[in-house]
Nanobody, 111 residues
Framework: QVQVVESGGGLVQAGGSLRLSCKAS????????MYWYRQVSGKQRELVAG???????NYADSVKGRFTISRDNVQNTVYLQMNSLKPEDTAVYYC?????WGQGTQVTVSS
């Protein structure tokens, strides 16, 4: 059974930092691309960042230079380091392991 579990969300002031973690089990983690999406209520989900099995990364223009995605294939975990957070980064952040989605973690950035 595949499980994808996010953690690390919370409330932070603008300009602050958070690190999201996502642990995936029940899949061959090392060969799967991993993604972070986010969704604001009433809007479509947006791809924030992705990392392939060979650690090629891509980012949404809105987060380039502020967010960093990384992975640990020993711990079966992907991370999203978020710096210089802005109120518009407020959303539920979802981790995707291959095609399997987690339940999401709320990130709220206050102005």
């Amino acid at each position: 059974q595949v499980q994808v579990v996010e953690s690390g969300g919370g409330l932070v002031q603008a300009g602050g930092s958070l690190r999201l973690s996502c642990k995936a089990s029940g899949i061959m983690f090392s060969i799967n691309a991993m993604y972070w999406y986010r969704q604001v209520s009433g809007k479509q989900r947006e791809l924030v960042a992705g990392i392939t099995s060979v650690r090629t990364t891509n980012y949404a223009d809105s987060v380039k230079g502020r967010f960093t995605i990384s992975r640990d294939n020993v711990q079966n975990t992907v991370y999203l380091q978020m710096n210089s957070l802005k109120p518009e980064d407020t959303a539920v952040y979802y981790c995707v392991a291959g095609v399997h989605w987690g339940q999401g973690t709320q990130v709220t950035v206050s102005s």
